[in-house]
């Protein structure tokens, strides 16, 4: 991969990884509901899941969807369906706690590398990584870099969305104020959904 071309994609690596999105929105909330300690399966998770997606679309999944879109489609209603669930659990979390007395329990590693394949934000980032920045004659070589980039990348702005919601823990003892916050967390989950929810509606 070109330098010009590299130096690009980790600007847009680190921009894909780091915004807002449905991950981001859920480490908040599993930060603030169980701290960094116990999110970080969920860290985890995302970190591995992400680039294993990236990397075996990029080796011929994306043909499958291509060939039968139907597959394609069924995993986005799922994926939406599963965030409406997840938005509803968030929205009704109860008052934060300390540790094993946290209300529900957090995200495990399998469950937030599954959850990769139904996040519509996930696709996106797949989908444009792979267009815009692997170079045909060496395609092999420039989905691995950027697969390893993503991997390096990943989980440190993971580890920054998991820790601000822990930095908020100690002003959301208040219970209004926690369900306030939970209701924020849900709706901006919901929000993220309304790319995925009009590509459907379009298409």
């Known amino acids: 991969?070109?330098?010009?071309?590299?130096?690009?994609?980790?600007?847009?690596?680190?921009?894909?990884?780091?915004?807002?999105?449905?991950?981001?929105?859920?480490?908040?909330?599993?930060?603030?509901?169980?701290?960094?300690?116990?999110?970080?399966?969920?860290?985890?998770?995302?970190?591995?899941?992400?680039?294993v997606m990236l990397l075996l679309t990029g080796l011929g999944l994306g043909q499958v969807f291509h060939r039968y879109p139907a597959i394609y489609f069924v995993m986005k209603v799922v994926g939406i369906l599963y965030m409406l669930w997840l938005a509803s659990r968030i929205a009704t979390s109860g008052p934060?706690?300390?540790g094993q007395d946290a209300v529900g329990k957090p995200m495990t590693f399998?469950?937030?590398?599954?959850?990769?394949?139904?996040?519509?934000?996930?696709?996106?980032?797949?989908?444009?990584?792979?267009?815009?920045?692997t170079v045909p004659e060496n395609y092999i070589g420039s989905l691995l870099i950027i697969t390893a980039v993503y991997a390096l990348v990943g989980t440190p702005g993971s580890l920054v969305w998991a820790m601000f919601g822990a930095a908020l823990r100690n002003g959301l003892r208040d219970p209004v104020k926690v369900r306030w916050f939970n209701l924020a967390m849900a709706t901006l989950l919901l929000l993220s959904l309304y790319p995925a929810v009009m590509d459907l509606i379009t298409h």
Do not use: C
């Open 1 to 51: 991969m070109p330098l010009d071309l590299l130096l690009a994609f980790l600007g847009f690596a680190f921009a894909s990884s780091v915004t807002p999105g449905p991950n981001n929105m859920m480490l908040v909330a599993s930060g603030v509901n169980f701290g960094v300690r116990r999110t970080l399966p969920h860290v985890a998770g995302i970190n591995v899941g992400f680039p």
């Open 96 to 98: 934060v706690k300390e």
């Open 110 to 133: 399998w469950q937030a590398a599954a959850f990769q394949w139904v996040n519509p934000k996930a696709w996106a980032m797949v989908m444009g990584a792979i267009a815009a920045y």
